[in-house]
């Protein structure tokens, strides 16, 4: 089955991800990519010999929207474990950016604007609070990555 990239108008850098390295690849095939950052992590963890294991949109954590009151599905963008001194570290990845992460402020934006940062924001809190109880239970670390550790 081939899945269809979503139609984005051209924003974002998207396709499919082929590993060198597949037998580190643990998630569902084809590995899709919706940016140029999940690319990068994507390069990240195939390239690199700590990575023991990794996979996209594997973990769906359902959470309780602020927005509607009702559960909906949140697809992480990935998991990885990790080769540490202490032992093999998991993780549930967040890619994002730095922007997304804060409350938004005001500045000089439409109100239009304002209010559509501030509904994003609060189902992104809401998505990452059900992250990191999900992470605890399940002996994972839950992080958000952004263009500044991604180094983009």
């Not at 991800?17 to 919706?34: A, S, T």
């Not at 195939?46 to 990575?51: F, G, I, L």
């Not at 909906?72 to 549930?92: F, L, N, P, S, V």
Request: charged share 25%; with cysteine.
């Amino acid at each position: 089955m081939t899945l269809p990239l979503p139609s984005n108008g051209g924003k974002f850098k998207q396709g499919f991800f082929n590993p060198k390295n597949p037998l580190k690849y643990i998630g569902q095939k084809p590995i899709r990519y919706l940016s140029s950052w999940e690319l990068k992590f994507f390069r990240f963890c195939d390239d690199n010999s700590n990575v023991v294991e990794w996979a996209s949109e594997a973990v769906i954590i359902p959470y309780l929207s602020p927005i509607d009151n009702k559960i909906h599905r949140y697809y992480t963008d990935g998991i990885i474990a990790i080769k540490e001194a202490t032992g093999i570290k998991k993780y549930i990845v967040e890619i994002k950016p730095s922007a997304q992460t804060k409350s938004p402020v005001q500045n000089r934006k439409k109100h239009k604007t304002m209010v559509y940062e501030t509904i994003r924001y609060a189902q992104n809190q809401a998505k990452w609070e059900a992250a990191v109880k999900y992470a605890n239970k399940h002996g994972y670390q839950f992080i958000i990555l952004t263009e500044k550790e991604l180094d983009v």
